[in-house]
Each structure stands twice: as structure tokens, then as C-alpha cells.
């Protein structure tokens, strides 16, 4: 058993977690917990330990820029309450490849599984498209964060995985659902979920509305999240409501989405009267607030933001070692910027400035975020990179002279003992060349051609010692001689046979002028 939740939840190699009841419990019903980082690899002894519940463990999905697994982490904002049904039947209706498990607290996991390791960016981004489009959760893995593992102490769970007929499933049956859900990338790519909308505009709203809209609320806050609802409905319609419709909204609402309505005479004489004086800002700072996500939501504290980025057609980029460039048509002019020039508003006037196009100062709103720096937000969030001019290197341009540059100057034959000093020690019979992690680190120092040393050592396809007998070092990386470097090794003197003469000797010429 064990040994196939190693395999299911394979990830990074070198720490786990462990967590421990504090015996305490939030104002939401979450169980608050102390955790202790271990670094040292998941084991099947491990996940035995995890099962009979004596140890609890958690995983981080992510080895170096991939993973194999990926969760959507539903906290709900009311833990003893919570009813995961909605979520199995969303799942279910809309064919998602997601197995969904209770957490410790009482939340859902929704897994993701695949059949083989893949960037880490690809996973995550239809993850985010489906909590976006569906669940409204916090975090999403990976996320450089472990994640507590299903079945703890496994023959009295509560921490069990959800079929698709909302049914508790044993581990057994739960490892032959991962089986039957697991995918390939490719299949993950070609998922088109038709659009999950409760209502128009749906996916406009501000988070906080959404959330108590698809889930009942039962904290406090109450009378500023129904004016945040009354907030909602004047920018649907442009504030063309009465004060009566508005009125009306409200008292439907607040049965809808409070276990525990307001008394409607508070409704009545104090939220909708605000309401109704025009008042369009929202209150932010509730236990629902998301600021973040709000930010860029037409409905949300994003309002302000004009529609200008409508104007920004066919935005693209293309990524070197050293900086990214932004492509846009606007105006009718195809414009390059950079970071620089994206940094502040005058930057990016002066930019345009240069194509003949003269950049109106967008209006600072008395609150919420700046408009400007929404719309630069909009355009790397929207811009796709261009394939056609895509940075390629394949140890090439930068790169290749930078690392023909680091062996180059590091080279040392066959003296092991020198790999403390910062050098690359080539094994002049083998060809490899032998070198410690913090050599290059400390060669690449501030230099972006490379993002990390794992970076460069993938690229090269270089190999990890833990400990390197010939010198006694530890964590040294190994590679054959790259081609592209300079250099070979030093010719051995070539050794006269014993006894041979030479021509310094006379019996090297006896015998030679016989007649």
C-alpha cells in the first residue's frame, strides 16, 4: 500500500513535514497545527508510519520545475458547517480529471494526477483556470509549500477521498481512482470545461460575493458583506436602481447567504439606506476579502480600471537570458517595451512618446489600486509568447559563452584536492570533468544568464556525487567535457622502452655500417 502512495505522491526528493495538533481550533473551525520541517527523502516507511498514525506527513509536489501532481486547497470559511457536495457534483458535472479529499480540518483537496513529470507552469495554469472558473480557493499547488497527505492513520480516517457519487472511498479503492484518473499533459490541454455561471457576470464579481453567493456565511461581518452585495448589484446596472428595487435585493439576499439573516429592519433602515446614497466602494478588510483577485475584476475595487486594455491587441513576448520584451499593437503602432519602461507612467509615456503617440495620465482613484499599474499587470498576465521569435539557446549565444567561459577558467588536471579551491578538476583518462556546487555558484554570482545552478547543471546534463572518494568533498556535480570548450588535456611524455640505446651510445651504431 505504502508503496504506491510513494509512487502517486512522488515529489521534491529532500524534505518532507510533519504536523501536530495544537489542540486548538480557529474562529472557522480549522484545526490549528505545529509543523517541523524534516529534510530527509519520503520513504514507504514513512507513508507506513503515516497510515498506522503514528506520524503525519506532508509533500511538496514540485522537483525543481516540474511536478506530477498538483491540488486546489478549498479552505471553506466555515468548517463545521461544510458540505463537500457541491464540489463532487461540480467535479462530476463537468468531467474534472480531480479526486477531491477531506482535509484534517474538514476542507477538500482537490488532486490532480499525472503520468509523468511536467513543467510546473503548464500544470498550475489550468489548475488556476478551474478554481477561477469554479472554487474560489486560496492556494493552489505547487506552490513551493507542502501539503498534507490523505488517510492519515488510515483504519479510522476522516481524511478519506470522494468518488464521483460523493461516497467515501478505502484506500485500496482510492488507488485504482487515481489510476483511472490520471493524465498526460496533453489530455490536460485539450480539457475545455463549457462555462460554470450561477449568474451573469459571474466571473466579475467581486471574490467576496462569489464566496458567500456559492456558500452560506455564518461569522460576523455580516452587515458589511451585504453591502458589498448591494455594492455588486448598483455596478451591474450602473446605479440605476431605486432605492425600493435595491431594497427589495438586499432582503432576498440576506436570506440567501447568511445561515443567520439580519433582522430587516437593519437591512431596510441601515445597509440599503447606504446603499442607495450611491456609495460604490466596497468594504474591504472582511474575513472574505481577496484584494488581489478583486483588483482585476470589473465588478470589484477594479472598477476604476478604464477599458483601455481592449485597445492592446495581439500582446506577446519574448524571453532572454537577461531581460523580457512585451509586444503590442496600440494605436496602430507595433510597440516593444521592457521592464524599464513599464516601471511607472512617465516611463511608459516617454516610451510612447518615441512612436509618435502621446500617452494621456490615467486618473488616480481616491482609493483602491492604481489604474496604471492594473493595466501593466493586465497586459503580462494576457501577453503569450511568441514561438516564432522565442528565445532558443541550446548552450548558445549567452549562455554558451558564459559557461565556456566558467571551465575555461577553472581547469585542473587530475588533482582532486583542488576541487575545495574553486577549481574544475578534469580526470584527464575519462574526460569528466568534476566541479562543487558553490564553485559556480560563486562564478555565476549576480549574472542572470541563468535563473539557478540547477538551471545551467540541467542544461548540461550534469550528475550529483554526494561524496567524491578521491577527494573527500561532498555534494560535487560530474559532466563529460561540453564540446564546446577549449580545451584538452595535457599530452603524457612519451617513455623510452628500457634498455633501448640511444644514439648517444655505441651500441646504437654497431653494426649499422657493415658491409
Given at each position: 500500500?505504502?508503496?504506491h502512495l510513494l509512487?502517486?505522491?512522488?515529489?521534491?526528493?529532500?524534505?518532507?513535514?510533519?504536523?501536530?495538533?495544537?489542540?486548538?481550533?480557529?474562529?472557522?473551525?480549522?484545526?490549528?497545527?505545529?509543523?517541523?520541517?524534516?529534510?530527509?527523502?519520503?520513504?514507504?516507511?514513512?507513508?507506513?508510519?503515516?497510515?498506522?498514525?503514528?506520524?503525519?506527513?506532508?509533500?511538496?509536489?514540485?522537483?525543481?520545475?516540474?511536478?506530477?501532481?498538483?491540488?486546489?486547497?478549498?479552505?471553506?470559511?466555515?468548517?463545521?458547517?461544510?458540505?463537500?457536495?457541491?464540489?463532487?457534483?461540480?467535479?462530476?458535472?463537468?468531467?474534472?480529471?480531480?479526486?477531491?479529499?477531506?482535509?484534517?480540518?474538514?476542507?477538500?483537496?482537490?488532486?490532480?494526477?499525472?503520468?509523468?513529470?511536467?513543467?510546473?507552469?503548464?500544470?498550475?495554469?489550468?489548475?488556476?483556470?478551474?478554481?477561477?472558473?469554479?472554487?474560489?480557493?486560496?492556494?493552489?499547488?505547487?506552490?513551493?509549500?507542502?501539503?498534507?497527505?490523505?488517510?492519515?492513520?488510515?483504519?479510522?480516517?476522516?481524511?478519506?477521498?470522494?468518488?464521483?457519487?460523493?461516497?467515501?472511498?478505502?484506500?485500496?479503492?482510492?488507488?485504482?481512482?487515481?489510476?483511472?484518473?490520471?493524465?498526460?499533459?496533453?489530455?490536460?490541454?485539450?480539457?475545455?470545461?463549457?462555462?460554470?455561471?450561477?449568474?451573469?457576470?459571474?466571473?466579475?464579481?467581486?471574490?467576496?460575493c462569489q464566496k458567500?453567493?456559492?456558500?452560506?456565511?455564518?461569522?460576523?461581518?455580516?452587515?458589511?458583506?451585504?453591502?458589498?452585495?448591494?455594492?455588486?448589484?448598483?455596478?451591474?446596472?450602473?446605479?440605476?436602481?431605486?432605492?425600493?428595487?435595491?431594497?427589495?435585493?438586499?432582503?432576498?439576499?440576506?436570506?440567501?447567504?447568511?445561515?443567520?439573516?439580519?433582522?430587516?429592519?437593519?437591512?431596510?433602515?441601515?445597509?440599503?439606506?447606504?446603499?442607495?446614497?450611491?456609495?460604490?466602494?466596497?468594504?474591504?478588510?472582511?474575513?472574505?476579502?481577496?484584494?488581489?483577485?478583486?483588483?482585476?475584476?470589473?465588478?470589484?475595487?477594479?472598477?476604476?480600471v478604464p477599458d483601455?486594455?481592449?485597445?492592446?491587441?495581439?500582446?506577446?513576448?519574448?524571453?532572454?537570458?537577461?531581460?523580457?520584451?512585451?509586444?503590442?499593437?496600440?494605436?496602430?503602432?507595433?510597440?516593444?517595451?521592457?521592464?524599464?519602461?513599464?516601471?511607472?507612467?512617465?516611463?511608459?509615456?516617454?516610451?510612447?512618446?518615441?512612436?509618435?503617440?502621446?500617452?494621456?495620465?490615467?486618473?488616480?482613484?481616491?482609493?483602491?489600486?492604481?489604474?496604471?499599474?492594473?493595466?501593466?499587470?493586465?497586459?503580462?498576465?494576457?501577453?503569450?509568447?511568441?514561438?516564432?521569435?522565442?528565445?532558443?539557446?541550446?548552450?548558445?549565444?549567452?549562455?554558451?559563452?558564459?559557461?565556456?567561459?566558467?571551465?575555461?577558467?577553472?581547469?585542473?588536471?587530475?588533482?582532486?584536492?583542488?576541487?575545495?579551491?574553486?577549481?574544475?578538476?578534469?580526470?584527464?583518462?575519462?574526460?569528466?570533468?568534476?566541479?562543487?556546487?558553490?564553485?559556480?555558484?560563486?562564478?555565476?554570482?549576480?549574472?542572470?544568464?541563468?535563473?539557478?545552478?540547477?538551471?545551467?547543471?540541467?542544461?548540461?546534463?550534469?550528475?550529483?556525487?554526494?561524496?567524491?572518494?578521491?577527494?573527500?568533498?561532498?555534494?560535487?556535480?560530474?559532466?563529460?567535457?561540453?564540446?564546446?570548450?577549449?580545451?584538452?588535456?595535457?599530452?603524457?611524455?612519451?617513455?623510452?622502452?628500457?634498455?633501448?640505446?640511444?644514439?648517444?651510445?655505441?651500441?646504437?651504431?654497431?653494426?649499422?655500417?657493415?658491409?
Amino acid at each position: 500500500m505504502e508503496e504506491h502512495l510513494l509512487k502517486i505522491f512522488e515529489g521534491n526528493s529532500d524534505l518532507f513535514i510533519t504536523t501536530s495538533s495544537t489542540g486548538e481550533v480557529d474562529e472557522r473551525g480549522k484545526v490549528q497545527v505545529k509543523t517541523i520541517t524534516i529534510h530527509e527523502p519520503v520513504t514507504s516507511k514513512l507513508w507506513k508510519d503515516h497510515l498506522e498514525g503514528k506520524q503525519r506527513i506532508g509533500i511538496k509536489p514540485e522537483r525543481d520545475d516540474k511536478c506530477r501532481w498538483g491540488c486546489i486547497d478549498v479552505d471553506p470559511h466555515n468548517y463545521k458547517d461544510y458540505n463537500q457536495k457541491k464540489i463532487v457534483d461540480i467535479i462530476k458535472e463537468f468531467q474534472l480529471p480531480l479526486i477531491p479529499a477531506r482535509s484534517k480540518s474538514g476542507g477538500l483537496h482537490l488532486f490532480l494526477f499525472l503520468d509523468d513529470w511536467y513543467p510546473i507552469k503548464d500544470v498550475i495554469k489550468k489548475l488556476h483556470q478551474w478554481n477561477n472558473d469554479f472554487f474560489q480557493a486560496q492556494e493552489i499547488f505547487p506552490m513551493n509549500k507542502c501539503l498534507n497527505m490523505p488517510y492519515f492513520k488510515m483504519n479510522a480516517t476522516t481524511e478519506f477521498a470522494y468518488n464521483d457519487s460523493n461516497t467515501p472511498m478505502m484506500i485500496g479503492n482510492f488507488i485504482d481512482y487515481v489510476k483511472k484518473k490520471t493524465i498526460s499533459l496533453d489530455q490536460l490541454n485539450k480539457i475545455k470545461v463549457k462555462d460554470y455561471e450561477p449568474e451573469s457576470d459571474w466571473k466579475q464579481y467581486p471574490p467576496c460575493c462569489q464566496k458567500m453567493i456559492s456558500e452560506k456565511w455564518s461569522g460576523n461581518h455580516r452587515n458589511d458583506l451585504l453591502f458589498n452585495i448591494g455594492v455588486l448589484e448598483m455596478k451591474k446596472t450602473d446605479g440605476n436602481l431605486s432605492k425600493k428595487e435595491i431594497t427589495n435585493i438586499l432582503l432576498e439576499r440576506n436570506k440567501e447567504i447568511f445561515t443567520t439573516p439580519l433582522d430587516e429592519r437593519e437591512v431596510v433602515n441601515t445597509v440599503a439606506n447606504s446603499v442607495s446614497k450611491k456609495n460604490y466602494n466596497l468594504r474591504c478588510n472582511t474575513p472574505l476579502c481577496d484584494k488581489e483577485k478583486c483588483k482585476f475584476r470589473k465588478l470589484g475595487i477594479g472598477s476604476q480600471v478604464p477599458d483601455l486594455i481592449d485597445d492592446f491587441d495581439e500582446i506577446t513576448f519574448i524571453r532572454t537570458p537577461t531581460t523580457i520584451e512585451f509586444t503590442f499593437n496600440f494605436q496602430g503602432e507595433k510597440i516593444v517595451v521592457n521592464p524599464e519602461d513599464m516601471k511607472d507612467e512617465k516611463s511608459f509615456r516617454v516610451k510612447l512618446l518615441k512612436y509618435g503617440i502621446f500617452w494621456m495620465t490615467l486618473p488616480k482613484p481616491r482609493s483602491g489600486p492604481s489604474p496604471f499599474e492594473m493595466l501593466m499587470s493586465t497586459i503580462v498576465k494576457k501577453a503569450v509568447e511568441n514561438e516564432q521569435m522565442k528565445f532558443e539557446d541550446n548552450i548558445g549565444e549567452q549562455r554558451y559563452s558564459f559557461l565556456k567561459k566558467f571551465f575555461e577558467n577553472h581547469i585542473e588536471e587530475d588533482d582532486f584536492k583542488k576541487l575545495k579551491d574553486n577549481y574544475v578538476v578534469l580526470d584527464s583518462e575519462t574526460n569528466i570533468c568534476y566541479f562543487k556546487r558553490i564553485t559556480f555558484e560563486n562564478f555565476l554570482g549576480k549574472n542572470k544568464v541563468f535563473r539557478s545552478a540547477n538551471e545551467a547543471f540541467n542544461l548540461l546534463g550534469c550528475e550529483r556525487l554526494d561524496y567524491h572518494p578521491g577527494s573527500g568533498e561532498k555534494n560535487v556535480w560530474y559532466v563529460t567535457m561540453p564540446k564546446f570548450v577549449d580545451y584538452k588535456p595535457t599530452a603524457p611524455e612519451p617513455t623510452k622502452k628500457k634498455n633501448e640505446p640511444s644514439e648517444m651510445d655505441d651500441e646504437f651504431h654497431t653494426g649499422k655500417f657493415r658491409t
